[in-house]
Structure formats: C-alpha cells, structure tokens
C-alpha cells in the first residue's frame, strides 16, 4: 500500500500541512481530513509544503480543489510551496499554477501571509 | 541472488523486443493503486525508458484505474481489473481491462479550472493526464460486457 502522511503544524496563524509519500485516490481523504479539520477550527491561512511528497495524481489535485474557494471567502488562502520539478509539472500541465500561489520557499508564503495582515 | 538478477537486467534490455506480455489482475480498490503503479515501472524500467518517460507512464495507468474504480465500479471493491502489458518494436502498450459500467469518453469535457473552482470539484483531469503523457490512448467497450483502454507510448533512442 502507498505510503503518505499529511501532518499539520503551526507557526503563529499559518497552518502548515507537510505531505509526504504518495497521494493518489486511496490517500486523498487524508489530506481532505487535514483541511477539514483546519477550516472547522477557523483556520485559514494555509501552507501545503510538497518537499517529501513523492507522487501526486489528480486525485489529490483535486483535494486543493475542493477546498480553496471556502478557504478565500474567509479572507485566507491555500499556498503551496517546495514543489519537486515532478511535481510541479503535473500542476503546471493543468494550469493549477494560475489559481494558486506557489513559492519556492517556506518563508516565502509565510511571509506572504504576514504582508497581508498588515496591509489589512 | 539479487545480484544476479541485476545482472541479467542488461540482457533484457537489448532482447526488449522479444519480451513476453505482462499480465496483473487486481480487485477495483484504490489501495491497489500503489501495486499496479509498482508493476507498470518496473515494465517501463525493463523495456528501457528512462525515469521522466517512466513516470509519466505510471501516472497515465493511475489515473485509468482510478477512473474505473470510481466510474466503472462505482467505488465497488469486488470488480475486477486486468492490466496486460505488451512489447512490440519500440511500442510499450498497456491494456485495462475492466466488466464495470461503460462511460463514453467522448462525453468527458476537457478540464476548466474555472468551472472545478466553482464547482469545488475536478472531473476530467485524469482523461487529459492520459491523452497528455501518453502517445495514443484508445477505448473499446461492449457495454454489458468489458471496456478496454489502451495506454500506449514509443520509447525514443537517443
């Protein structure tokens, strides 16, 4: 069986979830658990960090899907960061990289995150 | 003894041409997922693409078999699924086969992000994956009966 894990740490208001291993249609509702159990705690600003995940299909492609436009009319996001050159191919094929934000770095998003509280 | 078999890899190699067709039958879960994925790289590996070509392979045949367990078998875990890999020239093929309910491919839209945004869900994406990355991708259904795709992709020589 595919290996995969989505654990989620914080860091101040960021969530961060961290994939690791395989995400296909048999580990999808994993990570749908994770965003789930994020949004019902009103929690909204969200970083998907990809450095160990191995594989993605469209199936966990649409697990972003699912959740993004809750995620925004709560003023947050979902951005994605440390992408392997694999992985980010699939996204780019799909034209994913149009409707989210994606940073080489950790800091980056969550930078990002930071520019945005001020600003408001 | 595993490095004897290692050995034997090269000869493989060469002899790509007259290898025998490979055979997987599994039940329509997605657990399965990871098992047929193993065995589509290691005939990929053997018949000599490299790793991008491999990968690219691998996830055409996921995203098939993930469409047949959701829309073939609706999610019944007791269908079954057959994958036949065959080696012809420089031709690497692989047929699923599947006795589910029969979709027409022709009916899939092609992938709108705008829409999956509003819809919260994506449909299709994996239908594009395979025309994608694969060379030619091919349906046959006798509905009531079986459907087949056809998965296949060239190796190229540098």
């Given at each position: 069986m595919a290996e995969f894990s989505a654990a989620t740490k914080q860091s101040d208001e960021v969530s961060i979830i961290y994939l690791k291993g395989f995400l296909d249609a048999h580990t999808a509702p994993q990570l749908e658990a994770e965003f789930t159990n994020l949004i019902e705690k009103n929690k909204y600003y969200i970083v998907v960090n990809?450095?160990?995940?191995?594989y993605i299909s469209s199936a966990g492609l649409g697990v972003f899907m699912a959740y993004i436009e809750k995620v925004r009319e709560n003023n947050g996001d979902i951005k994605l960061v440390e992408m392997s050159e694999k992985v980010f191919n699939i996204f780019d094929l799909l034209g994913f990289p149009l409707l989210y934000e994606i940073y080489k770095s950790q800091d980056e998003a969550i930078n990002k995150y930071n520019e945005t509280k001020k600003i408001n | 003894m595993r490095q004897s078999i290692n050995t034997m890899k090269p000869r493989k190699l060469i002899k790509y041409n007259m290898m025998e067709a490979r055979k997987l039958n599994v039940k329509s879960?997605?657990?399965n997922l990871s098992e047929i994925r193993d065995f589509v790289s290691n005939a990929a590996k053997d018949f000599g693409f490299n790793q991008s070509a491999i990968e690219n392979i691998i996830l055409a045949v996921d995203e098939a078999c993930t469409n047949i367990i959701k829309h073939?078998?609706?999610?019944?875990?007791?269908g079954e699924i057959v994958i036949t890999i065959h080696f012809k020239d420089s031709k690497f093929s692989i047929e699923i086969k599947d006795y589910g309910n029969t979709f027409e491919p022709d009916s899939v839209p092609a992938p709108d992000l705008k829409k999956y945004y509003e819809q919260h869900r994506v449909g299709g994406l994996g239908m594009y994956l395979m025309k994608t990355l694969m060379d030619e991708v091919q349906y046959d259904s006798v509905p009531g009966k079986y459907n087949k795709v056809r998965l296949s992709k060239k190796l190229m020589h540098n």
């Open positions: 990809f450095k160990d995940l191995i | 879960k997605t657990e073939a078998y609706k999610y019944n875990a007791e």
